[in-house]
């Protein structure tokens, strides 16, 4: 089994930075790729950005050039930085792991339970 975990969240004012975690834990063999997602209150979720086993990323238009999307691959943890946030940028925030566990050779997906990011003055 895996388990997701996303931290980081919290109030920044407009302008403002935050750096959001997710970190993998249990029996896993292999973390493949890893995508950030987002919910605002009567919105659906939608994509934020993506990172690729081998570290290719691709970004939402509305975060192009203000989020960076990494990896710590020996840490089973991805990191999204957001600088300049909007309050647009309010939501909770979505970890989701493609990986695959010791105890299969297929890769599932796997989701956090999210972390509340507010952008406000």
């Known amino acids: 089994q895996v388990q997701v975990v996303e931290s980081g969240g919290g109030l920044v004012q407009p302008g403002g930075s935050l750096r959001l975690s997710c970190a993998a834990s249990?029996?896993?063999?292999?973390?493949?790729?890893v995508g950030w997602y987002r919910q605002a209150p009567g919105l659906q979720r939608e994509f934020v950005a993506h990172?690729?086993?081998?570290?290719?990323?691709n970004y939402a238009d509305s975060v192009k050039g203000r989020f960076t999307i990494s990896r710590d691959n020996a840490k089973n943890t991805v990191y999204l930085q957001m600088n300049s946030l909007k309050p647009e940028d309010t939501a909770v925030y979505y970890c989701?792991?493609?990986?695959?566990?010791?105890?299969?050779?297929?890769?599932?997906?796997?989701w956090g339970q999210g972390t509340q990011v507010t952008v406000s003055s």
């Open positions: 989701n792991i493609r990986a695959k566990t010791y105890a299969s050779y297929l890769y599932n997906s796997y």
């Open positions: 990172i690729t086993g081998a570290g290719g990323t």
């Open positions: 249990g029996s896993i063999a292999d973390i493949d790729a």
